[in-house]
């Protein structure tokens, strides 16, 4: 694998126009310690057994600088005998020119839909062209994507996407996994599903046997409950990382139309999240410079007995915004979350204690991606009506830049925007306006009957 990872970087160095481009194994933007094993894993078993001529690169799907925030995907590394030095990020390749050039193919790893150019990083923002190039999706998440005959999905919801690359390798070409490769795979599906334990709810029967399978075959790998442990101590390890570090080390995002939010696990108690001095103005702060109308943080720690404790904290500087994301919260049922309230210092925060601890991301991201098309829906249909109330006065005003705008203006884009401007009714119309309307209508039917 060492030798596989130095290649990759060569190729990328050498990247000619003339050569046949890359078979880029991609994860998703949160890069946990999933997303980044199945990346690696797969682009490995791909160099062993693909015979396209494209160069298979596993790249994370995060900024280099972003990668110590990742403490658990950094510890593992090193015990396994690599280097990140080695890795490729995504701000280091550039998909988009790859892909106009038709030298890029893509396979998807630990999600299913790349997300739209409004949901992703700076360096990600081509993420919604690059469709056509999707040629695989290995997946444990819901499936979002739209069936199609040129794109093979393998999409089950065990504990660990490296689970399902496990198999793939195992069943295809078992030839390709040493000690490096099968101790990133297990230490993952280990982590994934909570040390195999059934009370936390990850682990399913594919998950167990898989990492049987690979105790078996080398049995040279660190014993199970010590690998847990040291990966779960890293992975709890923000020792002094800032708010905003924080947020980034394990963050996806969602939006839609005009509202974009960000949801963060944060490896603490909520208690201990919200004493962070002057909390609330550095997720203003946070919100403003990566442009989020929301946070949704869901905290993880673990009570006496070594069993999963779960809150969750919504903030927005929007009443309006806040509002509704916590209500969506409250009033799921797929899963229910069985959020308690708790008491917040800020009043741009809505706390709760989250009573179905086997609820993780994964289960609430449909929630919330569900809320956001509803949402959007209902802002399409208000825009719907104002539309057909303001457009013609937008325009007689347009030819005529001396008269006062006296017209309701659509809603703005802005989170400070705390309504929709007919929440109070449509426009008042007044008789004499009617009849002058009624009037012109009919003085243009008797001219069209003359001609």
Do not use: W
């Amino acid at each position: 694998m060492d030798i596989f990872l130095k290649s990759c970087r060569n190729e990328l160095k050498g990247n000619a126009e003339g050569s046949p481009g890359f078979h880029v194994v991609l994860g998703n933007e949160a890069c946990d310690l999933d997303s980044m094993v199945s990346a690696l894993a797969y682009a490995y078993f791909l160099s062993k057994t693909l015979d396209s001529g494209k160069v298979p690169l596993p790249v994370l799907n995060i900024p280099r600088q972003e990668f110590p925030l990742r403490t658990d995907n950094a510890f593992l590394l090193r015990e396994s005998g690599l280097s990140q030095d080695d890795l490729v990020f995504r701000d280091e390749v550039d998909l988009g020119s790859l892909h106009r050039a038709g030298r890029l193919d893509l396979t998807l790893v630990d999600h299913n839909v790349l997300p739209s150019s409004d949901c992703v990083a700076v360096c990600c923002s081509s993420d919604c062209d690059l469709e056509e190039a999707v040629l695989e999706v290995i997946d444990h998440h819901l499936l979002e994507r739209k069936p199609s005959p040129s794109c093979p999905v393998t999409v089950e919801t065990v504990g660990s996407c490296s689970t399902l690359v496990a198999e793939r390798i195992i069943q295809k070409a078992p030839e390709v996994l040493d000690q490096q490769v099968a101790q990133l795979l297990y230490g993952t599906i280990v982590l994934d599903c909570v040390n195999m334990a059934p009370e936390a709810g990850k682990v399913t029967p594919k998950d167990s046997q898989y990492a049987g399978l690979l105790e078996t075959h080398f049995p040279n790998l660190p014993p199970r409950g010590v690998l847990f442990q040291s990966l779960q101590n890293a992975k709890f390890d923000v020792s002094g990382l800032t708010t905003e570090q924080m947020l980034l080390k394990d963050m996806k995002v969602a939006s839609e139309g005009d509202l974009r939010l960000a949801v963060s696990v944060i490896y603490m108690t909520l208690e201990a999240f919200l004493q962070r001095r002057s909390l609330q103005q550095e997720l203003c702060e946070f919100c403003h410079k990566h442009s989020y109308n929301l946070v949704v943080a869901m905290t993880i720690s673990f009570n006496d007995n070594k069993e999963p404790f779960r809150q969750l904290a919504v903030y927005s500087s929007s009443t309006l915004y806040r509002g509704e994301m916590s209500q969506a919260l409250e009033q799921a049922q797929r899963p229910s979350l069985s959020l308690s309230p708790m008491s917040s210092p800020y009043s741009d925060i809505r706390a709760y204690l989250q009573g179905n601890t086997l609820a993780s991301r994964k289960k609430v991201l449909p929630i919330i991606k569900d809320f956001l098309r509803d949402r959007e829906r209902r802002e399409v249909h208000c825009g719907t009506l104002e539309e057909s109330y303001e457009v013609p006065q937008q325009r007689a005003y347009t030819e005529d830049a001396g008269i006062e705008d006296s017209y309701f203006p659509p809603t703005p884009m802005n989170s400070l925007v705390e309504g929709c401007p007919l929440d109070n009714g449509l426009p008042k119309i007044s008789a004499e306006a009617l009849t002058e309307k009624f009037s012109k209508m009919a003085s243009e039917e008797e001219n069209a009957g003359g001609l």
